[in-house]
């Protein structure tokens, strides 16, 4: 059985790359993924994903994830399983005690949640947008010091 966390993230991408708009068609496109759960688990799974449905372009309500409302959904064809496989992070830049980590959309929250959780003590904290995350460092922290500690979500660039 895989894990809740693979489960949340697989939601996180579905959600996020195509227009789903009934938890039967989430169930369906989550067992084409190899993920069995029942109708109660997934809307657990969504509330605590605080998934909502919003009107798309052509007016169906579809699930959005929080702060994307005006998300405009990639249009590229890649698979859910290529999708977890990349971790989302596009770019680091620093500037003075202060970092900026560019992300694909939605992104940014669910890394900046990951590096908060992390036990990097060169980084005070974070703040994300839906594909920006910026990170306030310690004084006198070195740029390879973050970046070894945030090798975890830039091995996949």
Do not use: W
């Amino acid at each position: 059985m895989k894990k809740k966390a693979d489960r949340l993230d697989t939601i996180k991408i579905i959600i996020s790359s195509k227009e789903v708009s009934s938890q039967e068609e989430l169930l369906q496109e989550l067992m084409n993924e190899g993920f069995e759960l029942t109708q109660a688990t997934l809307s657990r799974d969504l509330k605590q994903l605080k998934v909502a449905k919003a009107a798309s372009m052509n007016g169906k309500y579809v699930y959005v994830l929080p702060n994307d409302i005006m998300y405009k959904r990639n249009t590229e064809q890649s698979s859910t399983r290529d999708m977890l496989m990349n971790s989302g992070f596009i770019s680091l830049q620093f500037s003075g005690n202060l970092a900026v980590i560019k992300t694909r959309p939605g992104y940014a929250s669910s890394i900046a949640y990951d590096i908060d959780n992390r036990d990097c003590k060169d980084i005070i904290g974070t703040i994300a947008g839906d594909d920006t995350i910026l990170l306030v460092l310690k004084e006198n922290t070195s740029r390879v010091s973050v970046e070894n500690c945030l090798s975890f979500i830039m091995h996949n660039k």
